[in-house]
């Protein structure tokens, strides 16, 4: 599915914290999921991506977690800079077809 | 490595106008390939999605059509367009859902 119509919540930081975006994602068939960022006026680019075997996968300052027992997905972002401002989308593969079902997203605001 | 192109980056066009987008990738052959529409501060909204030549599904009825004439072009179109079509167009391909996608840089269309 797809939450459209919604406004998009906002998490405001404060630079050099750490940021942790939470996504509720609905299909427990899902096995693969992913967080992009979308900067002002740009494409969605990829982050970081896990798969249903792991629970925790490390990038750069970027940590994805999976619980899939409650189906909870969250993006951790390590001493969070300016340049993470942005709008933060989680993705899942679950449903029938070649298409990944994306969260509502999540704008990420950091005060310097 | 596989690119996607997309254009143009930004187009402003009259209530009634047609319109022509264009998404092409390279580096990679019988791509899924997506459109998806995003309203100002929302969420991304799937207009149509190709798994190869000539196969076109269709996400939600509108005033929009999609086309695939060769294997790594994809085509958004209207003939005649309206101030509710206004958005930023976002082209996609995917080796398939389990593989994530990767976006273009989008189009922001505004109608006047």
């Known amino acids: 599915g797809e939450s459209v119509g919604l406004h998009l919540p906002t998490l405001s930081v404060q630079e050099g914290d750490n940021s942790i975006i939470n996504c509720a994602y609905s299909?427990?068939?899902?096995?693969?999921f992913i967080w992009y960022k979308q900067e002002s006026g740009k494409g969605p680019q990829f982050i970081i991506d896990?798969?249903?075997?792991?629970d925790k996968r490390q990038g750069q300052r970027v940590t994805v977690l999976l619980n899939k027992t409650v189906k909870h997905l969250s993006l951790q972002i390590a001493a969070t800079q300016p340049g993470d401002s942005a709008v933060y989308f989680c993705?899942?593969?679950?449903?029938?077809?070649?298409?990944?079902?994306f969260g509502g997203g999540t704008r990420l605001m950091v005060k310097p | 490595s596989q690119t996607i192109h997309q254009w143009p980056a930004t187009l402003v066009q009259p209530v009634g106008s047609p319109l022509s987008l264009e998404c092409t990738v390279e580096?990679?052959?019988?791509?899924?390939l997506y459109w998806y529409r995003q309203a100002a501060g929302r969420g991304l909204q799937l207009l149509f999605y190709?798994?190869?030549?000539?196969?076109i599904s269709s996400e939600v009825p509108q005033n929009l059509s999609a086309s695939r004439p060769q294997d790594r072009q994809f085509i958004l179109s209207s003939k005649k367009l309206l101030l509710s079509d206004s958005g930023f167009y976002l082209c996609?391909?995917?080796?398939?859902?389990?593989?994530?996608?990767?976006f273009g840089s989008g189009t922001r269309l505004t109608v006047v």
């Open positions: 996609a391909w995917s080796k398939g859902k389990d593989y994530g996608y990767t």
């Open positions: 299909n427990s068939a899902s096995d693969y």
């Open positions: 896990i798969r249903s075997n792991m």
């Open positions: 993705a899942e593969n679950g449903d029938a077809g070649n298409m990944l079902t």
């Open positions: 580096g990679t052959s019988n791509p899924n």
């Open positions: 190709s798994v190869g030549i000539g196969q």
